[in-house]
């Protein structure tokens, strides 16, 4: 264990007592839309084998075009939202 030193910062609290059922919550939003990529991603996966492509190996080397990279920014940027909502619950005032 080392010394604590002058200059090291002081430890903060990052949420106060009340902020803890925003943090389940988001942890459920979370999970939730995680829950319902893999579902769609695994369907899709096996629509495609049906048809008969394999998949896998594809999308493990693609490459996204600019356009598709953008909708994906969009899509991460509204996910990291409702996060970021969900933990810090409604504005007080």
Known sequence: MTAKRASDPEPRQML???QIDHLGEAMLTLTRELWVLTDRVR???AVLEDQGLDVGGAIATYV?????ETELAIARARLVDGVVKALTGPVEG
């Open 16 to 18: 106060r007592d009340r």
């Open 43 to 45: 369907i899709l996966e």
């Open 64 to 68: 996204p075009s600019a356009e598709m």
